[in-house]
Every structure is written in C-alpha cells, then in structure tokens.
C-alpha cells in the first residue's frame, strides 16, 4: 500500500465533485509546501482546503488551469493498494 494524494476539485453551486488529478509522487513535495502542509507528514486523516493563492500555485507546479471563484479545491490523501486499485480514505 502507498499513501498517494489527489487534488480534487468541486464546484461552489452545487458542492458536488467535478474532477480529480492525481498528484505525481515527483511533484508531491513541491505540491505539499505550497499547500502549508509538512512534507513529512503522512497522515491519512483529513483532507486539506486550499486557499485561491495556494491553487494558483499548485496549478502552476502541476501545469495546469485552475479556478477558485467557480471551484473550491482540496489536497486529499489516499492509499493505492499494490495492485494498483485505490481504495479513497474518508
């Protein structure tokens, strides 16, 4: 099992998931300072709300568009099993 993390998005209307990116393990370091979080930190518990500057910058790191006034956005941890399924963590 390894502890992987997610940026997920969803949309302020309706609270409802639109879309999820995996983050890649080689970007996760810079991923977590920009979101305040200890790189050291491997906690499963709880996922993270990231402010709009912290989303620019983290789209940035993972190259690509984002957009806090239509969404809000979380860092969520999860573990991937060795077979490759995931199974999210609440």
Known sequence: ????????????????????LDVPSRLLGRVK????????????????????????????????DVDPARYEYFLEPYIQEAHGKQRLQA
């Open 33 to 64: 300072q920009a979101a305040d979080i200890d790189p050291s930190d491997e906690s499963i518990e709880g996922d993270w709300l990231l402010t709009a500057g912290q989303v620019k910058e983290i789209g940035q790191i993972l190259g690509m």
């Open 1 to 20: 099992m390894t502890l992987r993390y997610k940026l997920a998005r969803y949309n302020l209307e309706t609270d409802l998931l639109d879309s999820e």
